[in-house]
């Protein structure tokens, strides 16, 4: 009884409001009616492999997007929560570069919410892993925390240093589809010991990160998982870039500096 009217109490004193703009909303770590307006959630027909939506489908079908028929993929399946633009880039950059690691919570379930048709039994969940020194400069990495709620919500294990970034790569932005994927080759690997406490042979592995441009970062991380001996890997991703937006707009993208 007197934890309930704590809340309460708390509640008065601090009303819930919304993740991004701070207007009042109904429950914590929401969206007021106008973001979620701005916010790009995907729905209907989406690609099975990195989950872009895909025109002409109904919401129970998938396909291939053009991206996916073209680039050779080491995963197999792939969900996205949003699209990168209006609202949702907003987020990611807010998350990534702003130090709002409190939008892991929201996010992180958005993304269970999005990957549970992926999960399995024997599911890993494992984040895109952040050079040492980037880590140090930043302080955190968001696809742990996301990687982290996620994780809790699926029921699954969640390893955060199981990967490793072997090298420092130079930042994405503004480099070409070839240039990332040359700019990520063999920048990852598993770490060994953690390999075999984790027991990754065998499993199937869902690999969790912010966003997905090229894809290139998250086909390091899953050739890597692969070579350890996971059965299996599938992807899911809090924003997925669009083609055109990555070609258009590369001023925008998620890997730029703050």
Not at 165 to 188: H, I, Y
Not at 208 to 215: A, Q
Request: hydrophobic letters at 40%; aromatic letters at 4%.
């Amino acid at each position: 009884m007197f934890h309930g009217q704590l809340q309460t109490a708390l509640r008065t004193v601090y009303p819930p409001s919304c993740i991004t703009c701070r207007a009042p909303v109904a429950s914590d770590f929401g969206l007021c009616g106008e973001c979620l307006r701005q916010t790009p959630f995907i729905a209907g027909g989406i690609c099975n492999t990195c989950g872009v939506p895909v025109a002409g489908l109904s919401e129970t079908e998938t396909d291939i997007c053009e991206d996916c028929l073209n680039i050779p993929r080491p995963w197999s399946r792939g969900r996205a929560v949003m699209t990168y633009q209006d609202m949702g880039r907003t987020l990611v950059l807010q998350l990534k570069h702003s130090d709002r690691t409190d939008l892991a919570r929201p996010a992180g379930a958005w993304l269970a919410r999005a990957a549970r048709p992926l999960v399995q039994g024997n599911t890993l969940v494992l984040p895109v892993p952040m050079h040492r020194t980037r880590l140090l400069r930043r302080t955190y990495n968001q696809a742990v925390l996301l990687a982290r709620v996620a994780a809790r919500h699926l029921e699954r294990q969640m390893v955060p240093d199981l990967l490793t970034r072997t090298r420092r790569t130079p930042m994405q932005d503004q480099r070409s589809f070839e240039e990332r994927f040359a700019n990520l080759d063999g920048a990852v690997s598993v770490c060994g010991a953690r390999a075999r406490s984790a027991g990754i042979a065998g499993r199937h592995v869902l690999l969790i990160d912010d966003v997905m441009t090229s894809g290139a970062t998250l086909a390091a991380c899953a050739a890597a998982c692969l070579e350890a001996g996971a059965e299996e890997v599938d992807i899911a991703v809090l924003a997925r870039v669009h083609r055109e937006e990555f070609v258009g707009r590369p001023r925008a993208s998620p890997d730029a500096a703050p």
